[in-house]
């Protein structure tokens, strides 16, 4: 489905017989908000400071309750979203009653301390939080570095849970938004499980090739839309081909207030 909206459409600059569709940030996100269906999932692919939490914020600023798994302590631009940070759970039964309320919920999860004793206190933290929120449903997760959080080889070493939550999770209502640099480093379900892939510049010709494997679009046609991108613009691929490709540039990020 093209971006419908009489705005969109008058903003939008299409290119490449129609497969990629420029438009705004402001236009994108009023679009996605709609188009992003619950228990639908988004990987974002690009290198190290390309953008992924800048943009990965803003998104789930789209659903009302979120929990931003920083599971590198302390991630900077994360903080910068406003969101509360806890370093326990369950959370305050304050943060239930705004949930059932209808309030808006978006929460940091970890502490910002770094070593190995942090990190083994972030390990049993988010697999609690990955329980629960297989249990209650509904939550939009957002997991900065998914392969710190997956890999045997890293601190968390939480790869099967992470793997199975990808699968499963759509059942439950809940989408996951991971971020990563490269496919091969992260469980294989990240990428398959994906409904919307955002993809930053990159010369990574395997990268590429893997990302129209997600998509499930011609090699040609990911190759030319990836090429053409011009830092920090972001291209947005559906795993629905009816979909367009999306070609947009997110906004700095500003502070967000936090809900109270």
Same mark, same amino acid.
């Given at each position: 489905?093209?971006? !419908? !909206? ?21 236009? @994108?996100?009023?679009? @996605? ?131 199975? @939550? ?12 991971? !971020? ?44 030319g839309a990836v090429r053409g991108l011009k830092r920090p613009s972001i291209l947005v691929v559906s795993s629905d081909p009816a ?18």
């Amino acid at each position: 489905m093209a971006i !419908s !909206s009489p705005s969109a459409r008058r903003e939008a600059e299409e290119e490449e017989e129609g497969q990629v569709l420029g438009v705004s940030w402001p236009v @994108f996100q009023r679009w @996605f908000q709609d188009a992003w269906e619950p228990g639908q999932h988004i990987a974002l692919v690009g290198p190290t400071n390309s953008g992924k939490t800048t943009t990965a914020v803003q998104l789930c600023q789209l659903r009302p309750w979120v929990l931003a798994l920083d599971i590198k302590g302390g991630d900077t631009t994360l903080s910068r979203s406003g969101w509360p940070r806890i370093t326990k759970w369950p959370p305050d039964a304050r943060t239930y009653g705004r949930m059932e309320k209808g309030e808006p919920v978006r929460l940091i999860v970890g502490s910002a301390a770094r070593g190995s004793a942090a990190m083994r206190q972030r390990r049993e933290l988010m697999h609690r939080v990955l329980e629960d929120a297989w249990v209650q449903g509904g939550w939009t997760i957002y997991v900065d570095e998914l392969q710190l959080l997956s890999d045997v080889r890293m601190g968390m070493r939480l790869g099967v849970q992470v793997e199975e @939550f990808l699968i499963a999770a759509r059942d439950a209502q809940i989408s996951v938004v991971s !971020s990563y640099q490269a496919p091969r480093r992260t469980p294989r379900a990240a990428a398959d499980q994906a409904t919307w892939i955002v993809v930053y510049y990159t010369r990574d010709i395997d990268i590429v090739n893997r990302l129209s494997e997600m998509a499930g679009r011609p090699r040609p046609e990911i190759r030319g839309a990836v090429r053409g991108l011009k830092r920090p613009s972001i291209l947005v691929v559906s795993s629905d081909p009816a979909q367009p490709i999306v070609v947009t540039r997110p906004e700095r990020l500003e502070p967000i207030a936090s809900a109270r």
